[in-house]
Each structure stands twice: as structure tokens, then as C-alpha cells.
């Protein structure tokens, strides 16, 4: 099949489940307003889909899941609804964690943890450490979370290098960098899940997603659910990713 990734898992239904899934948690917000309700509601039913995303991606065989939940740019928003949303994140860490390390489900975080608040920084590193061993599914949490930034980053672990002569410029190469990023050992995802219609990356895994396939689902987040998880996998299995090779001979 054209779209088998050497390392896809094999699944159930006999197509190979993208390996690595990763979702812009979009249209909360709308969801919320063209019900009437406070934009915090729609947050709050944000949370709901997320642990049914967990589930299905774990039922379902996918790896790794990646979810951006605060963006470096979503400072920029009221301080009621900054505070609306570290609450909820605060929230979700102490009544899932337990669960989510019961079922298997190893935790890690990227962003810029530099500035966070010291009882957000706590709860991201309990997470971390307490599901470290964990190996059933990967749920990657792009917190304070900006793609350029990410990439300035890794080119700064590596000026570091340099400057101290552990490197050489010329083996600052694509895979040097790729291997200064925040999860060096993250594959690349396979396949972005955008919802609430929006059609755009808004910073989001830059550097990772030079080959990943695009499924923009015209459900605002708060409505995700399995079938919509479903409908992306089945739109992405359509797809035929060629790496820049021939469709021949694509995933080997
Ligand atoms: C996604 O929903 C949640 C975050 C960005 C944190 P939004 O809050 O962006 O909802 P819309 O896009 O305004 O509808
Ligand atoms: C992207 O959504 C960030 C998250 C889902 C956390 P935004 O709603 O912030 O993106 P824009 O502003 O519509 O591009
Ligand atoms: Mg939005």
C-alpha cells in the first residue's frame, strides 16, 4: 500500500494506522458561541473530546499522539480566558493523570517551559516522571507550544555546541537540528487533524511536518469524536505519500 510509513502498525481493519497523529484542538470557541454559551463552555467540552480522542487513538493502535493545547501566541488572548484555560489544563492533569497511567499511556510535553507558573511547571513534570515507563500510547502535549520558536531553540542548543567547540558549523546539518528539538526521538507526524474548518498550521510542529498529510474536519473540537478520528484515518488512507520518491516506491 502507498502509504504504508516503514513503521505504521499494523491495525485491526487491515490498514496500517498512522503511527503518529497529531491534532490542532480547534473551534472551541465557536462551538461555544453559536450555542450561546461562554467561550470558557466550549473549553470546558474541549476537555471532554480530548480524553475520547485519547481513547480512540489508543484503541485504535496509533502510537503516538500529539496535542496542541496552549499555543506561544495564545498569550495574546484575555486574561480570563488565559486563566479559563490553565485551569482546565491544571484540571485535566490531576483527574486523568491516574487514568491515563493505568491505561498505559506514557505523557510528555513540548513548548517553552521557561516563565511557567510554578504549579503548572510541577504538574507537567509529575505527568512526565510519574507515566515515564509507560509504552501503549504516547500523548505528546504541546503546551506554551510555538513552531518557530521550537526551531530557535534546537539552533540555539546548538550555537552552544559550537561556541564551546563540541561542534563543528558544517555538522550543523537537518538531523543535528531535528535532533536539538524539544522531543528529539518524536517521530515526524504522519498525519494533522485540524478541526473547526481552519486550514492552517498556526505555528504547529514546523519543522516536523515537511511530509505529514492534512485532514482540516469541519467539526468544531468540542463535537470530536471517534467517527471523526475515524473519517480523518479514512480520508489519510486515501492519500499517497511519496517522500518526494515515485509512488512505487514509497514506503519501501
Ligand atoms: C481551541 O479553540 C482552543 C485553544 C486555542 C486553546 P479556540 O479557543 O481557538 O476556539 P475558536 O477558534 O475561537 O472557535
Ligand atoms: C491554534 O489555534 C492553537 C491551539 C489549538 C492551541 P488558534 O485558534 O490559536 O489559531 P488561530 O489564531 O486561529 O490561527
Ligand atoms: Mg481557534
Redesign the pocket.
Given at each position: 500500500m502507498s502509504n504504508v510509513a516503514a513503521s505504521a502498525t499494523p491495525s485491526v481493519s487491515g490498514f496500517d494506522v498512522p503511527r503518529h497523529v497529531a491534532i490542532?484542538?480547534?473551534g472551541n470557541g465557536r462551538w461555544a458561541a453559536s450555542r450561546g454559551l461562554p467561550r470558557s463552555e466550549g473549553h470546558r467540552r474541549g476537555v471532554e473530546a480530548l480524553r475520547r480522542a485519547v481513547r480512540a487513538a489508543g484503541d485504535l493502535g496509533v502510537k503516538y499522539l500529539t496535542i496542541?493545547?496552549?499555543?506561544a501566541?495564545?498569550w495574546t488572548r484575555p486574561a480570563s480566558e488565559i486563566r479559563d484555560l490553565m485551569g482546565l489544563l491544571k484540571r485535566f492533569i490531576r483527574n486523568d493523570l491516574a487514568e491515563l497511567h493505568s491505561n498505559g499511556v506514557r505523557v510528555r510535553i513540548i513548548g517553552e517551559r521557561e516563565g511557567l507558573s510554578p504549579d503548572i511547571l510541577g504538574l507537567l513534570q509529575e505527568a512526565e516522571e510519574l507515566t515515564r515507563a509507560n509504552q501503549n500510547l504516547t500523548l505528546v502535549v504541546a503546551f506554551n507550544y510555538g513552531g518557530r520558536q521550537e526551531i530557535a531553540r534546537a539552533a540555539r542548543r546548538l550555537a552552544i555546541e559550537v561556541s564551546e567547540g563540541r561542534m563543528t558549523p558544517d555538522q550543523v546539518t537537518a538531523d543535528a537540528i531535528g535532533g536539538a528539538l524539544d522531543l528529539p526521538e518524536l517521530p515526524d507526524p504522519d498525519l494533522i487533524i485540524r478541526t473547526s474548518g481552519?486550514q492552517?498550521l498556526?505555528n504547529?510542529l514546523l519543522w516536523q511536518s515537511a511530509y505529514t498529510e492534512f485532514v482540516f474536519l469541519p467539526v468544531h473540537w468540542p463535537d470530536f469524536d471517534r467517527a471523526a478520528l475515524e473519517s480523518a484515518l479514512s480520508e489519510f488512507y486515501r492519500r499517497e505519500r511519496r517522500f518526494g520518491g515515485l509512488a512505487a516506491q514509497a514506503g519501501g
Open positions: 490542532i484542538m480547534d496542541f493545547s496552549f499555543s501566541e495564545n481552519e492552517r498556526s504547529f
